[in-house]
């Protein structure tokens, strides 16, 4: 029962370099989003998406770039990384098809820019 | 996107009743309301959700009035364990991205 499964759960990274934060669910979800939360604040929404081949950008979306080609994975990319994007991140998942707004997050992915 | 407002953080012994208040005042038609737990260094997770009056389970309950601009989340009798950051999301995720407020820091005092 692994439900959302994120990975690397830590990476350290040097300004300018790109990667890629990768997000699974199990759980047959049609809605994926990506978060980050600084240190002592809330979470911000970066990207999400309402089934595959659909994304859409949320509240802070530049630097990042998402693709949805599976039902299951939702790759989060950092295209050239910088110091403010050190932060954790979080994958969210949901049952779109059923009414209301209950997901289920990943562990986290804590990201360190040098 | 519906807006919420939530004080910023409380304080409470333990054994004592805690409710937080949230402030949605623009909620759509289909937007739920649900609230998240968050303890350091793990992502939130669900505590209770609905749409209208009261809805109760095992380890909260939430009020929401007639005209759903605002909603309460009930904790009975706190314990330690209960310190985290609760958020109060609104929305409907078949038709508007789901952003999170501020949240509220709970700190139980033993």
């Known amino acids: 029962n692994a439900g959302v499964t994120q990975t690397p759960k830590f990476q350290v990274l040097k300004t300018g370099q790109s990667m890629t934060l990768q997000c699974a669910q199990d759980m047959n979800h049609e809605y994926m989003s990506w978060y980050r939360q600084d240190p002592g604040m809330g979470l911000r929404l970066i990207h999400y998406s309402v089934g595959a081949g659909i994304t859409d950008q949320g509240e802070v979306p530049n630097g990042y770039n998402v693709s949805r080609s599976t039902t299951e994975d939702f790759p989060l990319r950092l295209l050239s990384a910088a110091p403010s994007q050190t932060s954790v991140y979080f994958c969210?998942?949901?049952?779109?098809?059923?009414?209301?707004?209950?997901?289920?997050f990943g562990e986290g992915s804590w990201l360190t820019v040098v | 996107l519906a807006k919420t407002t939530q004080p910023i953080s409380m304080d409470s012994y333990e054994g004592q009743e805690v409710n937080i208040t949230c402030s949605h005042n623009n909620i759509a038609t289909n937007d739920y309301i649900t609230w998240y737990q968050q303890f350091p260094s793990q992502g939130p997770r669900f505590i209770i959700q609905g749409y209208k009056t009261k809805v109760t389970n095992e380890v909260a309950s939430l009020f929401i009035p007639a005209d759903r601009k605002s909603s309460t989340l009930s904790l009975p009798r706190v314990s330690l364990s209960d310190t985290a950051v609760y958020y109060c999301?609104?929305?409907?995720?078949?038709?508007?991205?789901?952003?999170f407020g501020k949240g509220t820091r709970l700190s139980v005092i033993a």
């Open positions: 969210a998942s949901g049952p779109r098809q059923r009414s209301g707004n209950t997901i289920y």
């Open positions: 999301l609104v929305g409907d995720m078949g038709n508007t991205p789901l952003v």
